[in-house]
């Protein structure tokens, strides 16, 4: 393996350019390239993990190959002081074995201590205006030629998985599909209610009341 080898993956762009919207998701890519003739893993982390969502966040790239990755930002509520953004990645490649597979991936991998041939690049995120036309990173920055940050700092960033979907809104579907079975068995209790009610000759108009409301509570949890 290349033991020698200090850059495991070229990374495109350094900076990580998000066009902030109101409420509203917005992705970027960045192409990871294996330049050298070993199978490369990688492994990407965040100091905002719950902001972030990253497909894929783990892989593995084969020799003298380019793989994508996607990051999309949750949509924000307000805009950060000055358009400043604080949130940072971190890239790690480390060299494998052939036939290692995305499952065998682990944090240990990583480590210098493990013996394995490592590597990290810290990726800024920059806000910039929508309204602004599609255009190169900066001047001078063309693809191949963009320098490693260099920060001073760097070991004390707090650095985190990040996750491979979007958890939001399958908590809040899980919570309707709770609500709704909570609303079936109260509506199973009123309509159990009414029915010995109306075997006594008759029910109150209260009963029916609350059926028609659980009715339409139901109805427009189903919808969402």
Same mark, same amino acid.
């Given at each position: ?42 492994? /990407?982390?965040?100091?905002?993990? =719950?902001?972030?969502? @990253?497909? $894929?966040?783990?892989?593995?790239? %084969?020799? #003298?190959?380019? +793989? ?49 041939? /490592?590597?990290?690049?810290?990726? =800024?995120?920059?806000? @910039?205006? $929508?309204?602004?036309?599609?255009? %190169?990173? #900066?001047?001078? +920055? ?61 029910? $109150? ?20």
């Amino acid at each position: 393996m290349g033991s020698d080898s200090k850059e495991l993956l070229g990374i495109e762009p350094l900076e990580l350019r998000f066009p902030f919207e109101f409420m509203k998701q917005i992705s970027c890519s960045m192409e990871l390239t294996n330049r050298t003739d070993d199978y490369l893993a990688f492994k /990407v982390k965040t100091t905002s993990p =719950k902001k972030y969502c @990253v497909r $894929p966040n783990s892989g593995i790239v %084969p020799p #003298r190959s380019t +793989s994508s990755v996607v990051v999309t930002m949750q949509a924000l509520k307000q805009a950060p002081p000055d358009m400043q953004c604080k949130d940072k990645f971190l890239v790690q490649s480390a060299v494998v074995t052939e036939g290692t597979a995305v499952k065998d991936i682990t944090g240990q991998m990583f480590k210098k201590e493990s013996g394995n041939v /490592v590597d990290e690049v810290r990726l =800024k995120v920059v806000y @910039v205006q $929508p309204p602004r036309p599609p255009s %190169p990173v #900066r001047e001078g +920055s063309e693809e191949g030629s963009s320098p490693r940050p260099s920060w001073s700092d760097g070991a004390n960033i707090n650095y985190q998985d990040t996750s491979p979907l979007i958890s939001r809104l399958t908590e809040e579907r899980n919570s309707a599909i709770q609500q709704n079975n909570k609303l079936r068995e109260e509506l199973d209790l009123v309509r159990r209610e009414i029915s010995k009610q109306n075997g006594n000759g008759g029910f $109150p108009l209260v009963f029916v009341v609350a059926v028609a409301l659980l009715g339409i509570l139901l109805g427009y949890l189903m919808k969402r």
